[in-house]
């Protein structure tokens, strides 16, 4: 089938995809001519209105209005200043109740002082005064003597009516005080204390106190300017106002809490978005916050941007500092690795989730800083598809893989001899699975493998399910294999898998610590696609984890303190990356989750291997009671049929140390004894030595099984 231009229609190009009809090809004479290009009308320049009915590109709504995000984040940080300014001016009513007091009663004194020269008839006064000293000089003019006389009596007349008006008012306002209900005396009082306090205001009175907001950042354009200035990425002028400026395509607006902007570097001045990106931690100690604070990126093309846009967004306060979200993986019954996975949100509380198909992950850091909780989120998600199998290896050896026998094909615990042979075992296994399944793959026809690659039809209709391929603790591995020969060996096995594997449904999924040369080397890890660091020492760590220059481009997990637990950069592309605070998925969620991960596949018929075999959890199925101490060193001697006792003790105190790191040689063969194992033979040899040591056999004796 093949695709025919129809032809010209409105100026655009008609893609017919049904098979044409062959029809002979048009002579030279008979070809037509090209059409004319089509003009619009408005753009046209002899159209008088072409200015006029261009629609100039600017947005309809304010800034902080363009969104639903925004406009919801505008109105709540509105909500929230008002609410702040209520409990700021409320707990004050009573100063305030006060100052009006005395505002109102120095209005009182002014009022009086005023209306006095009225009350008094000082207008009267000044006319009697005029008299009485014309009257001295010409004491003897009686027409002067009765016009004094006249004014006298004007004068005394006005201030009894206007005194008695005055006593009057006075008489009815205190009655009506007196008589009126509580509400209208409230208004009343309002009514007369309001004009007197504001007439007794002075020119630096205020009657409420200046509450300013504790917002840790109040950004404006004017604060942006002046920190890349500083930081070297806007010249300088003459002054701050002559100099270039960034032209703020949006905001500053609050976004959440914090304070969100957009905008280009001006032209002329060399300097682009990677440049600013580079620059973030001076960009914070300018705005005075934490660079854990500020989240910038660039803006493609793709959403409207250029080389030169910058997106920003500087948090309130530390946005990783709040408890962590409990996993939406707990509550589900059921989950498809198709979809991409719930792994947290970032600083502005948007859900992010990872795309596992198709990938590879690595995830690095310093101890304790959540790593494993984070590696767990994602194998988690696989438990509840009963269409993944699992093959794990933690070489630390704890607890935290231990309840994936219940669900694993293969489980490789510990960093010893047996468990590296184990080991290489599994890779083996998976290398010869990969294989056959390029085999099969390449062998199926286009319409049921379009792309070469699993799909769910295949996944079920061939039975190959996805294979998790899960590595904790990966240094110890290596460190573990002295023989360089096997230890690369094992090297080229792990990156062919990561390499090779996704199309045939491999999803890799490593953990180390701080990946150097040695450890984790470069040929394993320049090839995974997805990578998440916690904390590390400084951005060279970073960049061994993230990729090399992913620092400077701003994801640098060196800016993470030890208070983050759980918190993690998160890189899922070239120029793609987020610092993100993981969900919550506690140990006992995680155990019970592979409870449900095993009933799940031994319902399809997709329990297989080590999780099939594992006689401790066949007989917790069947409600039999299996002391601890017979699961425990059962896992620990999985990989050996027999083990030296000072092996075994080494082995359960790395398992639990708390439980076993006091345990002698004694203190095991009683707690064995009294488990009901039954010892053949207290010497066992291996390798040619015999030492005391149990038999695996013996353990798994004293395992209750009801057939």
């Not at 759980?566 to 899922?572: F, I, Q, R």
């Not at 959890?617 to 069947?622: C, H, K, P, R, V």
Request: net charge neutral; proline share 6%; with cysteine.
């Amino acid at each position: 089938m093949t695709d025919t231009i129809v032809g010209p229609v409105n100026g655009h190009r008609i893609v017919n995809l049904l098979k044409p009809v062959p029809v002979p090809a048009p002579t030279a004479s008979e070809r037509p001519e090209p059409p004319a290009p089509v003009v619009e009308a408005v753009d046209r320049p002899d159209n008088p209105l072409a200015d006029w009915l261009t629609v100039p590109d600017v947005p309809v709504l304010p800034a902080w209005a363009r969104t639903p995000a925004l406009l919801k984040a505008n109105t709540l940080a509105l909500g929230r200043l008002c609410w702040w300014h209520t409990r700021f001016h409320g707990i004050r009513v009573p100063k305030y109740a006060v100052k009006t007091a005395w505002l109102a009663s120095r209005g009182f004194y002014r009022a009086t002082v005023g209306l006095w020269p009225t009350l008094s008839a000082q207008d009267h006064t000044a006319a009697v005064k005029a008299l009485k000293a014309q009257a001295k000089l010409k004491p003897e003019d009686v027409d002067l003597a009765v016009r004094l006389q006249m004014a006298h009596a004007a004068r005394t007349q006005t201030r009894r009516w206007r005194f008695g008006a005055a006593a009057v008012g006075v008489a009815a306002a205190a009655l009506g005080f007196y008589l009126a209900p509580p509400l209208l005396l409230t208004g009343m009082t309002g009514a007369v204390v309001t004009p007197l306090a504001y007439l007794g205001r002075g020119d630096k009175t205020q009657l409420l106190d200046h509450g300013v907001p504790p917002l840790r950042v109040d950004m404006n354009a004017q604060q942006l300017n002046d920190a890349l200035r500083a930081a070297g990425l806007l010249k300088s002028g003459k002054g701050d106002e002559d100099g270039p400026k960034v032209i703020c395509v949006m905001g500053p607006v609050r976004d959440g809490r914090g304070w969100a902007v957009v905008f280009d570097l001006p032209k002329g001045g060399g300097k682009t978005a990677a440049d600013v990106l580079a620059k973030r931690t001076t960009l914070a100690a300018e705005l005075g916050v934490d660079e854990i604070q500020v989240v910038m990126s660039r803006v493609r093309a793709a959403q409207g941007g250029n080389a030169s846009r910058v997106s920003m967004w500087v948090a309130d306060d530390d946005p990783y500092l709040a408890d962590p979200t409990p996993s939406p993986l707990v509550k589900l019954d059921r989950f498809s690795v198709w979809d991409a996975i719930p792994f947290g949100q970032d600083a502005r509380g948007n859900r992010v989730a990872v795309p596992v198909v198709w990938q590879s992950m690595f995830f690095g850091g310093l101890p304790r800083r959540g790593k494993t909780f984070t590696q767990r989120l994602l194998t988690a998600a696989g438990l509840l598809d009963p269409w993944v199998r699992h093959y794990v290896a933690d070489f630390k050896g704890g607890q935290d893989w231990m309840q994936m026998r219940q669900v694993a094909h293969r489980l490789v615990l510990g960093a010893e001899d047996d468990a590296i042979e184990a080991f290489k075992a599994l890779l083996q296994e998976l290398l010869t699975e990969m294989e056959r399944r390029f085999a099969i793959l390449r062998e199926l026809p286009t319409s049921v493998c379009p792309e070469g690659k699993l799909t769910p039809y295949i996944v079920e209709k061939y039975k190959m399910p996805f294979v998790f391929f899960t590595v904790d603790e990966l240094q110890e591995c290596f460190i573990a294999i002295s023989d360089e020969k096997v230890r690369k060996q094992v090297i080229d096995d792990m990156a062919r898998i990561a390499r090779r594997g996704p199309a045939a449904g491999f999803i890799s999924n490593y953990a180390s610590q701080r990946p150097d040369a040695e450890s984790v080397p470069t040929k394993l890890r320049e090839i995974i696609t997805i990578r998440a660091c916690t904390q590390v020492t400084d951005q060279t760590s970073s960049d061994m984890v993230l990729g090399k220059g992913k620092a400077s481009m701003g994801a640098d997990a060196s800016v993470l303190s030890e208070d983050h637990m759980g918190v993690v950069v998160l890189v899922t592309g070239p120029a793609s990356f987020a610092t993100v605070k993981n969900d919550l998925l506690t140990t006992a969620e995680f155990n019970a989750m592979c409870a449900k991960g095993r009933a799940m596949r031994k319902e399809i018929g997709q329990l297989t291997g080590d999780a099939a075999g594992d006689i401790v959890t066949g007989a917790e199925e069947q409600g039999l009671r299996v002391p601890a101490i017979i699961s425990d060193v059962l896992e620990v001697m999985k990989h050996s049929p027999r083990m030296f006792t000072r092996d075994l003790l080494d082995r359960l105190a790395n398992m639990d140390e708390d439980n076993y790191g006091d345990y002698d040689a004694e203190r095991l063969a009683k707690e064995l004894d009294a488990a009901g194992v039954k010892r053949s033979s207290k010497q066992v040899k291996i390798d040619g030595v015999n030492g005391a040591g149990y038999q695996r056999r013996d353990v798994e004796g004293a395992v209750p099984f009801t057939g």
